[in-house]
């Protein structure tokens, strides 16, 4: 494996049910440098009545923001409801610019079936719209998605659509479960991967969407080839976060710090 430095963020949904001051804590201690994050937690923490901004909060943790999650809806839509789902688009991210922090905002794709074309056109425009308050988007492919579950099809609106703050997240439940190969990642311009989510899935006899909300694991604990993966991104001159994403309703019951800890340590040993 080629020698670089290795930049490690969790996402905050990892420990979900602990309150959003103490999750930098603990991010912050456990020794992530980046963390990943949700508009509707930092809704709810600003409705507390903080008077700091967020930035300087994040600051204080030592913590780089990798994302905001989430646009959802603003694919494949026509007339009055595709008109309405990129004005809510153009909100989400004037409400994030307001937050003075800088990462990619996470767009989920459509889950049905359409013409590539109008894909790409969709893409742009939110793009385009996001471009007006100095975001980049990231869209990530989902498993249970018909058409845009794999690293492929999601390259290739991506591609297509050619804007410089447009690009990909790539997880690691999601590459695995829908048959995404290592193939079609070496294709992909590393520069265009915005973020990689990081963990690990077991053959369940559940379907993906559920498993994806609830039955993710620690990187490593699983059957997914986690270390090619990485080992892809890092020889192929990724230099962003790698962001561990767990949605494991039994962690969620644990010790947050036992959880990121370990979390952190399952993290370490991919890159050692």
Not at 182 to 199: A, Q, T
């Amino acid at each position: 494996m080629v020698k670089t430095k290795i930049k490690m963020a969790v996402n905050t949904v990892t420990i979900k049910p602990v309150p959003f001051p103490d999750k930098l804590e603990l991010i912050s201690k456990a020794g992530f440098s980046g963390i990943g994050l949700w508009m509707d937690e930092i809704r709810d923490y600003l409705k507390g009545g903080t008077e700091r901004p967020i930035r300087e909060v994040l600051e204080d943790h030592a913590l780089t923001p990798v994302e905001m999650q989430l646009i959802r809806k603003w694919q494949y839509l026509t007339g009055p409801e595709k008109e309405g789902a990129f004005d809510e688009a153009r909100a989400f991210f004037a409400e994030f610019s307001t937050l003075d922090i800088h990462c990619p905002v996470v767009g989920l794709p459509s889950e049905e079936v359409g013409e590539i074309r109008k894909a790409v056109e969709d893409f742009k425009r939110l793009c385009h719209l996001a471009d007006d308050f100095g975001c980049r988007v990231a869209f990530e492919f989902i498993g249970w998605a018909k058409q845009f579950n794999n690293v492929k099809t999601a390259w290739e609106v991506v591609g297509e659509a050619d804007c410089p703050n447009g690009g990909l997240l790539i997880d690691t439940f999601h590459f695995v479960k829908a048959g995404s190969t290592i193939e079609d990642l070496k294709r992909v311009p590393m520069e265009k991967v915005f973020l990689v989510h990081v963990n690990d899935v077991k053959p369940l006899p559940l379907g993906i969407k559920e498993q994806s909300r609830g039955h993710r694991f620690y990187p490593g604990e699983g059957e997914a080839p986690i270390k090619e993966i990485m080992d892809c991104f890092v020889q192929s001159g990724y230099n962003g976060f790698y962001c561990c994403e767990i949605f494991n309703e039994e962690y969620w019951q644990e010790d947050p710090l036992t959880v990121v800890r370990k979390s952190k340590s399952s993290m370490d040993a991919l890159f050692q």
